[in-house]
């Protein structure tokens, strides 16, 4: 049986996609079922990030990298820095509908942190629908559908009743709140505890 996952994330959030490589290794392993959550950093009537906020974010990068290579084997290339991911968190609900959530979100997550690319332009989200499987077309047309911007929202107003107010925000069986990005072999003791039905 597969630990049931909620994953509250934001595609430009880079620790997000580290947690999101452990957990589809452990998905991949039959161990868990993901459920993505939407969680956006910069909303899109967030005001403009202030200069030295966005300078000490840049300045953690070197860090970050460092933690990716290391513990993750990931070489991060990071897309345009304060980018809205609205868009992509659509497309992601489209993908999901059909059957292609998974790999949408690791394939949004490779498109910004490591091949540099702008994940709210629709010409880049529809190129990695295709690439996935997905008709072009209908997807294109998803973004602009307001039921999925519906759940995308709802997704971050149960992140707000919760108490989340950062990502990655990872619970198991909807009570084990796991905060922070987390390597494959701490969530793989974590699923195993679950399995054994100890406590966490």
Request: proline share 7%; charged share 25%; aromatic share 10%.
């Amino acid at each position: 049986m597969r630990i049931p996952v909620d994953i509250w994330s934001d595609f430009v959030c880079p620790w997000c996609y580290l947690a999101a490589t452990s957990l589809e290794r452990l998905r991949l392993e039959g161990k868990v079922a993901v459920h993505w959550r939407s969680f956006e950093l910069r909303p899109v009537d967030a005001p403009p990030i202030p200069q030295a906020y966005k300078e000490h974010i840049l300045n953690t990068r070197p860090r970050l990298y460092a933690i990716a290579r290391e513990h993750y084997g990931i070489e991060m290339n990071p897309g345009p820095f304060g980018i809205n991911s609205r868009a992509a968190l659509i497309g992601a609900k489209y993908a999901e509908s059909r059957g292609k959530g998974d790999a949408y979100h690791m394939a949004v997550f490779r498109a910004y942190w490591e091949r540099a690319q702008p994940i709210d332009s629709r010409e880049v989200l529809g190129n990695i629908a295709q690439e996935i499987g997905l008709e072009v077309e209908p997807f294109l047309a998803a973004l602009d559908d307001d039921w999925l911007e519906a759940e995308v929202l709802a997704d971050e107003e149960e992140a707000m009743a919760h108490g989340i107010t950062g990502v990655p925000a990872i619970v198991f069986l909807r009570k084990y709140l796991i905060s922070a990005a987390q390597p494959y072999s701490v969530l793989k003791e974590i699923v195993e505890k679950l399995e054994a039905g100890a406590p966490v």
